[in-house]
């Protein structure tokens, strides 16, 4: 098989050329293969090792698949494309991140069905709000300047943006942008990955790990040779990934290196007739207000979110160190369902008082300078960490997971390898509280504990 190449479909891989190539070592394909997580990167993850040939791959997750509670696991997330960078590019990393998610969602046949290419509007009104958004590239012929609201409701179909909009600028990218169906997304991916092999262990017995398993050799260095599960079984394998979102700082010490964050979100059920007029419309953000994307074909709910630094959990440990801790909830706070009816107020305030017929909140983990983790533990050489998606990991689904493997193959470029490496001294006196650039609600990181009343929405 592998010195047939040309034989073998190909597969997405890290750099911008679809590759096929197979690791140097084909003893390698045969390697047990353990992700922990079934979310977005685990997914991926799992299906670039099935498409370069590895055989023998199994996903741990605490929930049936598609995870219940990952950030992936949702109606619709926002998606623009990048061209590849050039070489000598100051944000040759990034690009080379988004260029690749770029050619996935244009050609990869699990992934291109569920991209909606209705454009998106990037808009601010606050000072460091419009600053931000006008360091993005808004170079070219699909580009259009919006500094007034009667510019914002020329993007819309007539009476949708009747709000009085105070204030907002920004613009307007036609082509190349919107929205991907997630959960679809997310469904295809593990399903491809089953077909091509992958096994995947779901439920709150079998597939839920308590603990990572250690070992020792004859000089006394450790390593890590796999997993328990809540049910007793022990999963062993050569090759540990760790792809477990918010939740990885629960199994070993990061070094304060991710901070467990989340976001706000809710749902309107519209009619079926108001769901056609609303359809294709495009995604509309606002750093400092929040954004919604059109509603979806199946259910007929429009999805907005309330923009903001995150939430935070923070719980503190006998020492006095405070540390965030991710837990599952199908409701809001109510100061974020006030924010959320704000934003409709300001741009559709025949919604605004419509019932949320859906509500969550979606956690991630902020790395200090946003910039993804994907490394072998410097203690652990058997396991890889695939984590600190910091707020836009899920753009990513069609190509992270060929990053990560070629981080696990020893190939990953080296300037991509140098920005998402194991970087403790970044975290040293870190300020949990850093906005990280983020803006909207109070402008400032908020804690779940001072939280004082939630909604009390139907969990559907």
């Known amino acids: 098989m592998h010195a047939d190449q040309s034989s073998q479909p190909p597969s997405l891989s890290i750099v911008i050329r679809i590759d096929s190539t197979y690791p140097a070592d ?10 922990i997580g079934a979310g977005t990167w685990g997914a991926s993850t799992a299906l670039h090792l099935a498409r370069r040939g590895y055989t023998n791959v199994t996903v741990l997750d605490a929930y049936p698949q598609p995870s219940a509670i990952s950030a992936g696991n949702d109606v619709n997330k926002i998606v623009s494309f990048t061209d590849p960078p050039a070489d000598d590019d100051p944000e040759f990393v990034n690009k080379t991140f988004f260029a690749a998610l770029t050619k ?11 991209f909606h290419n209705v454009g998106n509007i990037i808009s601010a009104f606050s000072a460091g709000g419009l600053k931000h958004i006008g360091r993005r590239d808004r170079r070219g012929a699909d580009i259009v300047e919006l500094d007034s609201p009667e510019d914002f409701r020329s ?21 190349g942008a919107g929205w991907v169906h997630a959960r679809n997304a997310l469904v295809s991916a593990i399903t491809e990955a089953q077909r091509l092999g992958v096994t995947f262990i779901g439920g709150e017995s ?9 070992s020792s050799n004859n000089n006394g260095a450790q390593d890590i040779i796999g997993a328990e599960t809540a049910d007793g079984k022990q999963h062993l394998a050569s090759k540990v990934i760790l792809a477990a979102g ?20 809710a749902h309107i059920r519209m009619s079926p007739e108001e769901a056609k007029a609303y359809r294709n419309l495009p995604v509309l953000f606002n750093a400092d207000q929040g954004f919604f994307i059109e509603p979806d074909e199946e259910n007929h709910e429009l999805k907005i979110c ?5 939430y935070c959990n923070w719980v503190y440990a006998s020492d006095g160190e405070r540390r965030s801790v991710p837990f599952a909830r199908h409701q809001i706070p109510l100061e974020s369902a006030e924010r959320i009816r704000g ?33 072998y533990h410097p203690d652990y050489p058997s396991l890889l960490l695939a984590v600190g998606a910091s707020g836009r990991g899920f ?29 403790p001294e970044q975290a040293v006196d870190r300020d949990w509280d850093d906005t990280q650039n983020r803006f909207g609600g109070p402008y400032a990181v908020m804690d779940f504990q001072k939280v004082e009343g939630w909604t009390d929405v139907e969990d559907s």
């Open 26 to 35: 084909v003893t390698m394909l045969q390697w047990p293969i353990l992700i």
């Open 104 to 114: 996935g969602f244009q050609h990869d046949p699990v992934f291109k069905p569920h």
């Open 155 to 175: 993007a819309f179909p007539s009476g949708i943006l009747s709000g009085p909009l105070p204030g907002w600028k920004g613009y307007w990218r036609k082509n």
């Open 206 to 214: 079998e597939g839920k790990v308590v603990r990572l398993l250690f």
């Open 246 to 265: 918010a939740n990885a700082d629960q199994f070993l010490d990061f070094k304060k290196q991710l901070r467990p964050t989340a976001w706000t979100l």
């Open 306 to 310: 309330d923009e903001h630094p995150g």
């Open 343 to 375: 934003l409709l107020r300001a741009t559709m305030p025949q919604l605004a008082e419509r019932p949320f017929s859906f509500a969550r909140i979606c956690w991630c983990a902020d790395t200090v300078d946003r910039n993804f983790l994907i490394d």
């Open 395 to 423: 753009a990513h689904i069609p190509s992270i997971g060929g990053f990560i493997v070629d981080r696990l193959e020893g190939r990953m470029d080296e300037r991509i390898a140098t920005a998402v490496r194991w970087r």
